[in-house]
């Protein structure tokens, strides 16, 4: 292995002694967390190494990057688990076609328009793709996501396309206080998942990044999303 990414084990060995911290504390045994590396602008050496290291989930935000990278990503980790990508960033209508048979999942559903071209497509492609649909819990103008009050009806109508899945919900909430919008967040997992809606599973909480991940553990996350925790620093945002 290259003593070069060292740092990654180290970086590692922390979210998980984190993670496991949040967990012990706050949740119930047997509960699963899967911890995904986020690769905006880390070279695919660097992301290999997590994988080696047992890192199964690979979290993309850009269409262009991650075309540029995916045909150099080791398709399985050491004990042979396989590399799951999925779609974490904002996705225009226009790019669905490029990553629809590549992705397993796309996190940032937001609007029925890019639900249904989803739809539109894995139809084309004779499968059914999971999605998340992305909640703008804290309001912000500068991020994308539905607003809590918008959830329902977009869960509503993506319900009644056939070859899509709603598994759960997705945030990023604000950097500061986001305690009490992890809290908000979960009771709107909750209670989506309480209208029992059909063709719609409420699976994932896809919630916590490098600032708040143990945080998130503690308020039912099921999935958090890593970068700069696990690679270092990014030179652009
Ligand atoms: C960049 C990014 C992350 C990871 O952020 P870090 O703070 O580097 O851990 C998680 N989720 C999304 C949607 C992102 O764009």
Do not use: W
């Amino acid at each position: 292995m290259e003593s070069n990414f060292r740092y990654i084990d180290e970086n590692l060995k922390i979210i998980c002694e984190n993670i496991n911290e949040a967990y012990e504390k706050y949740r119930k045994k047997g509960e699963k967390i899967r911890v995904m590396a986020v690769t905006k602008t880390v070279a695919p050496e660097a992301v290999n190494h997590a994988i080696s290291l047992g890192i199964d989930l690979l979290g993309e935000n850009r269409v262009q990057e991650y075309l540029s990278k995916a045909d150099y990503y080791a398709k399985q980790g050491a004990c042979g688990n396989p590399t799951e990508v999925q779609f974490i960033g904002h996705l225009q209508t226009n790019k669905v076609k490029y990553i629809i048979n590549s992705v397993s999942m796309i996190q940032s559903v937001d609007s029925v328009k890019l639900a249904a071209e989803i739809n539109r497509l894995a139809k084309a492609n004779d499968k059914v793709m999971d999605v998340l649909c992305e909640v703008n819990i804290g309001g912000e103008a500068s991020k994308s996501g539905v607003s809590p009050d918008e959830l329902y009806g977009l869960l509503e109508e993506v319900s009644e396309m056939r070859n899509i899945r709603v598994k759960g919900l997705m945030t990023i909430p604000p950097p500061s206080g986001s305690d009490v919008f992890l809290g908000r967040m979960q009771e709107l997992f909750r209670n989506a998942a309480d209208r029992n809606i059909r063709g719609v599973d409420m699976d994932v909480l896809s919630m916590g990044m490098t600032h708040d991940y143990a945080e998130a553990v503690k308020y039912g996350s099921t999935l958090v999303r890593i970068g700069t925790g696990l690679f270092g620093e990014r030179i652009y945002k």
